[in-house]
């Protein structure tokens, strides 16, 4: 049987099994993910482990070219990486038989020049005589060829649990810290204050607009349905004192906290979306920024003509009945965080990574300031920074004992926890069908249009994200499928936009499998057809628009 056919059916069976476990069998997320990977880690043959490792560890060449004494090539090497003059590298070609070995090519000196305007080492390496090299080759460190022999004969679990920890290195303690962010901002007041602090300077007719900017900034450290909880008594109350524009208020929250949930890290999906794909947080946080104004921006304007069409009436619900909603809209404002500090928690890490990002391509530079940028910077300093702010915040404005923050750490932790095994699953499900080999399936994608490379992307993660409900595990499933070909080269642009185009496909088609469909109706009061008469449509309308936006930016502005 041809490899493509047996790469594509080992996928389609990981992605049932996926799909399946969560769909028809109920399982938790983490297990139908782990389930996933070890079924598709069983079935990968040896040979597409090996052909995986080496292209992993492969040179890139930069350029093929005729020289005085035959063909040579330029490779982005340097001595840092092993490479010396007159060290050998091995010259593999893809065939019918997968990659074989073809020859041999010896560096002959370095240089240090500009390419794509960064500053790179490369090593001038000339082929033997009588061997013809294309562009195409796989050219490979000896030892390095020896390792990916090596990793091939690892059992299914080793590999399972490298992928697993390897992706719990890279969001571990982002999830942990988002969480504990998320879980002081609601216990302290904090995320009260914002909506509060939002609806004074808007005003009776900008609430609903009020609304949609609050669910989007409490959407980019708070888990959605968490954001939902919080908010819609505050939409309540509102009908109670308006008496009209409830489903304007409803749906406008829903507009802002989803699109941030898909679009904007720290949140998991964006989060390991971007890890995956090797996108800069700071870039990915500016850019689903951008992305998220259009699409939140759609889902308002929806909100607005389904307001005008439709009435949505104010009902009781298990949460919250009309009384406590009357006292909701009452609380005294003078018992929540001052409005600076309140939002210090989550624009801080944004001012940080975002900061260290526009500097580092604008005034670069290695000195003292820039050492300290870089520290404060980083993902992990930054979002501690926040986390321990918000702890702060929580102890002075609640009066709070130690034993009563421990305590609520404790709890955000064990939310966290279960999002991070969500998370690290996916990086086990995606870690193994790379070595299937399955970025061979779509290898002729980057000759394609920029277009049509990000249009699959969607299609793809919108294909999955229906059939099984979860916005993030769609993501995840989507992203292990499509980073085998997320490097700049391969693209002709930057993986910010596949990041982008993943997070939109997430939003259609919202419906009964997914969790967050029930929150939003039952919380607001909804009945199941009402929900997926107002809520449907809008999900699905944002990502479709998030899709023209991303194609638009592609095209004009590929940021390579």
């Known amino acids: ?24 069998l109920r399982l938790h997320a983490f297990l139908a993910l782990v389930l996933g990977a070890l079924l598709v880690g069983v079935l990968t043959p040896k040979d597409s482990l090996v052909q995986y490792s080496i292209e992993k560890a492969a040179v890139e060449i930069v350029e093929l070219r005729s020289g ?17 003059v007159g060290t050998e590298y091995i010259v593999m070609r893809l065939g019918d038989a997968g990659l074989t070995g073809i020859g041999n090519v010896k560096i002959t000196k370095f240089e240090d020049t500009i390419v794509k305007d960064t500053k790179r080492t490369l090593a001038f390496a000339s082929s033997d005589d009588d061997l013809e090299l294309k562009t195409t080759d796989v050219i490979v460190h000896p030892i390095d060829f020896e390792a990916a022999k090596s990793m091939a004969g690892k059992t299914v679990g080793e590999r399972v649990a490298t992928a697993f920890g390897t992706t719990c290195a890279k969001i571990g303690i982002l999830i942990a810290m988002a969480s504990i962010i998320g879980k002081c901002l609601l216990d302290s007041g904090s995320a009260d204050r914002i909506v509060r602090w939002a609806l004074g300077i808007l005003g009776e007719k900008g609430a609903p607009f009020a609304f949609m900017m609050s669910g989007f900034l409490l959407g980019i450290p708070v888990f959605f349905d968490t954001v939902f909880y919080l908010m819609i008594p505050l939409g309540k109350a509102m009908t109670m004192r308006t008496g009209r524009n409830y489903l304007f208020y409803v749906l406008a929250i829903v507009a802002g906290g989803s699109m ?53 009436p104010l ?34 890490p944004v001012i940080l990574i975002a900061g260290y990002t526009v500097l580092k391509s604008t005034v670069g530079g290695s000195g003292g300031f820039m050492r300290v940028a870089a520290t404060l910077g980083n993902k992990n300093i930054a979002l501690t920074i926040s986390a321990a702010i918000a702890m702060g915040t929580l102890v002075w404005q609640k009066r709070t004992s130690l034993k009563d923050l421990a305590a609520s750490v404790q709890s955000s932790l064990a939310s966290g926890g279960v999002i991070i095994l969500i998370t690290a699953g996916g990086g086990s499900f995606g870690g193994v069908l ?14 394609a249009s920029p277009i049509a490379i990000v249009a699959l992307a969607w299609g793809i993660t919108a294909a999955i994200r229906t059939a099984q409900g979860s916005a993030t595990v769609a993501m995840i499933t989507a992203v292990g499928i499509l980073a085998g070909i997320a490097t700049p080269e391969q693209l002709g642009f930057h993986p910010v936009y596949l990041a982008l185009a993943i997070g939109c496909g997430s939003k259609p088609v919202a419906w009964m499998n997914d969790s967050g469909f029930w929150v939003i109706g039952k919380m607001s009061g909804m009945t199941e057809g009402e929900t997926l008469k107002y809520v449907t449509p809008m999900s699905t309308t944002m990502g479709i628009v998030g899709l023209v936006v991303v194609m638009i930016g592609v095209s004009v502005f590929p940021m390579v």
């Open 1 to 24: 049987m041809d490899n493509s056919v047996v790469t594509l059916l080992i996928l389609l069976a990981g992605i049932v099994v996926v799909v399946g476990g969560v769909l028809a």
């Open 68 to 84: 005085s004494d035959g063909q040579e090539l330029l490779l982005a090497t340097s001595t840092s990486k092993g490479a010396r």
């Open 260 to 312: 941030a949930h898909s679009l904007v890290p720290p949140t998991p999906g964006p989060l390991f979306v971007a890890e995956q794909l090797s996108v800069d947080m700071g870039t990915m946080i500016l850019a689903g920024c951008v992305v998220g104004i259009f699409t939140a921006g759609t889902g308002y304007i929806y909100a607005s003509f389904a307001n005008r069409i439709w009435e949505l």
């Open 315 to 348: 009902r009781e619900s298990a949460d919250f009945s009309l009384e406590d909603l009357e006292q909701l809209s009452k609380r005294d404002i003078n018992e929540l965080p001052p409005v600076w500090l309140a939002m210090l928690p989550i624009v801080l």
């Open 434 to 447: 790379q070595q299937t080999g399955v970025s061979n399936l779509i290898r002729d994608l980057p000759e």
